[in-house]
């Protein structure tokens, strides 16, 4: 397939550039001498140049034998002169398998042996033992000479430079020109040691100064360990597997400690709620128990250590009611329809909102006023309830009362005061009029029920304002003692301005004491205002009485007290019992058509 057909010079066979030494003219033409064939075609291939290079090693590399020193044959130019004659393979240098290089013939200028002779210094001399080699004609122009496959590499870059320094160098022949055939060759030089064997790869050592800029890092030809743009050296493959590893094993760790937190919130949230099936309520966090100190709790706070429970059984009766402390002496205020059922020789048992109970005994009682004072003895840390001014009182103010009705003890409801000086009367179940209360009463809307009787009614400072006494039951009763009647909204407490002037004085005296005009009334009297009676067993008008005095007589109506209108004989009663004996009252009369109106000092009578 290679018939006719040049063959081309391997890499490691091509000329290199070699400078001019010590002998040397310029580039070696031919030393045929100038008749001989040069290649007539001009493509510096004959057929017999590499024929041996085919029949040799026709499909691989293949290594030129070094020449052998002949005679020149007869006839040829610059006979006598030595001739290079091409070896045969396997000829020359004795080692067919290491690198050679043939020495560059000697510069011998054409002509005699004189002219060379007169050449020059003693270093143009042929050296001794070699042939001289048929000079290189002078005047040959420089565009004939042969010029290498390449140009010279300027930076020894491998494979046409010096090898890198991790592998040992190509085997590289750098023969001389070869003469046209048949030309006589100079002998060869002796033969060359074999080269010596290269070290190991060295490795590449770090270099500690900056990186250079990223278009001088380039180098095909350096250490192992590829460079990023900044020349900083990149992982290997082993600490890339590592860090991988690393990542891997950490991130584990993570996932694990954030599943074993939310594992264990959902268990406990589990365990704490019952599970997932199960209903789970939503209920407020629990609070302080302290509480604002004017709230319905604030005021129960504080007032219920001073209330009790009073029960009472004498005379085949057993009733139910409630009082409050007024001194640490151990005197209780109540009403008298609760203690009434003791009289003289029953039993009275208080228990305070503790739960400790102790006897008690009737230190006085007035039906007039339906008030009581009870004392319990050997009882220590009481605390007295504070007490108000009903004076101050206005309707619509907030009021709580505390109780036991239907004997459930320390119980607190709450309303308001739904009107003041509000007449009424209450017993009565003598039939002579001496168990009768005469009331100018608070009206409240706090419910109160059967076992109120006797508690206190108080404002938002937790102080007794009113003594709950009576409710308007919804079958027309007026009284908590008879029946079972429930609270409508109409509850009655006594003013604790009058209540404490009778508690004093039965305390002190054991009787209250009852301010009186000196008059009779006619409580059959469906007019407007208080008749004074006309008929009776006595005198319509005490003698030398506050009525006498003021110049009171029978059949006079009184309308007005103090300016106050009044319907009725009761609501006289009522608003003369609001104040004191010794209190001065100016009354309105109507007697014959005509209106006057006189003044009086009330006088006392002694209650019971």
Known sequence: MNEGKPTKAKWWSRPRPVSPGVGEVGPVEDISGPGADRDPDGDHNSDGDHQFERDYKSDGDYELDRPATTTAPTGVAGAGSPYVAPAEPGAGSGVGGGDFELERPAAVLQGSVSDAEAVGSPSDAVPAGRAPVAAVPAQQAPEDRPRPLHDPDPYSTPPYGEP????????VQHPAVTPAHGTAMPPGPPPLPAPAPLLAPVPYPS??????????????????????????????????R????????????ALALVSGGVGGAVGAYLERNGGVGDVTLPQAAKEAPGRATDSVAGIAARALPSVVTLHVRGSGEADTGTGFVL?????????????????????????FSGGESAKATVVGRDSGYDLAVVKVSGVGGLRPMALGNSDSVQVGDPVVAIGAPFDLANTVTSGIISAKERPITAGGEKGDGSDV??????QTDAPINPGNSGGPLLDTRARVIGINSAIRSADGGTDLQGGQAGSIGLGFAIPVNQARRVAEEL????????????????????????????????????????????????????????????????????KTRAHRPGDRLRLTL???????????????ASGG
Request: proline share 9%.
């Open 164 to 171: 890198g320094p991790w592998a040992p160098a190509p085997p």
């Open 207 to 240: 270099n500690p100064h900056p990186a250079p800029a990223p278009w001088q890092i380039y180098d095909p030809w350096a250490a192992p360990g590829p460079l990023q743009q900044n020349g900083a050296a990149v992982e290997t493959k082993t600490q890339r």
């Open 242 to 253: 590592k860090r991988a590893r690393k990542a891997l094993v950490l991130g584990a760790v």
């Open 327 to 351: 001194d640490t002496r151990g005197h209780i205020l109540t009403n008298n329809h609760v203690v009434e059922p003791a009289g003289s020789g029953g039993e009275i048992t208080v228990t």
């Open 437 to 442: 209360s005469y009331v100018d009463a608070l």
């Open 507 to 574: 305390i002190n005296t054991g009787r209250a004491t009852h301010p009186v005009i000196g008059v009779m009334l006619d409580m059959d009297y469906t007019g407007d205002g208080a008749r004074v009676g006309t008929k009776g067993g006595g005198a319509p008008v005490t003698a030398g009485g506050p009525g006498a005095r003021a110049g009171i007589k029978a059949g006079d109506v009184i309308t007005e007290v103090d300016g106050q209108r009044v319907h009725s004989g009761e609501e006289l009663i009522v």
């Open 590 to 604: 109507r007697r014959g058509g005509s209106q006057r109106t006189v003044t009086l000092v009330l006088g006392s």
